[in-house]
């Protein structure tokens, strides 16, 4: 069992940077995958960044690609996601998520994919 706490959304000029942040209770963590999901108003939730449990493997949706960064602190047990350059259609609720897989070397970039969620945070980038 894996409970994640999101955080760090907010409102956000076209340009600006906002960095979110998930912290994971559970000692599986370190050993599953995990990453970050958005979801806009009528859309269905996508994946913004998922990082494997060695960290050799990082999966970038394509619009957020040279933009937006992930990070996980194993020994801290916790995630971030930098998002820098940010654009009105970054608006979204996003989710830190973990897929509760024991040490799968390929990430998945699929929602139904993962088993555990945090609740949310809105981010909401103005123009």
């Known amino acids: 069992q894996i409970q994640l706490v999101d955080s760090g959304g907010g409102l956000v000029p076209a340009g600006g940077s906002l960095t979110l942040s998930c912290v994971a209770d559970?000692?599986?963590?370190?050993?599953?995958?995990a990453g970050w999901f958005r979801q806009a108003p009528g859309k269905a939730r996508e994946v913004v960044a998922v990082?494997?449990?060695?960290?050799?493997?990082?999966l970038y949706g394509d619009s957020v690609k040279g933009r937006f960064a992930i990070r996980r602190d194993f020994a801290k047990n916790t995630m971030t996601l930098q998002m820098n350059s940010l654009k009105s259609e970054d608006t979204a609720v996003y989710y830190c998520?973990?897929?509760?897989?024991?040490?799968?070397?390929?990430?998945?970039?699929?929602?139904?994919?993962?088993?555990?969620w945090g609740q949310g945070t809105q981010v909401t980038v103005s123009p």
């Open positions: 998520a973990a897929d509760g897989s024991y040490y799968r070397p390929q990430v998945m970039s699929t929602a139904d994919s993962y088993k555990y």
């Open positions: 559970g000692r599986t963590f370190g050993a599953t995958n």
């Open positions: 990082m494997n449990w060695n960290a050799d493997q990082t």
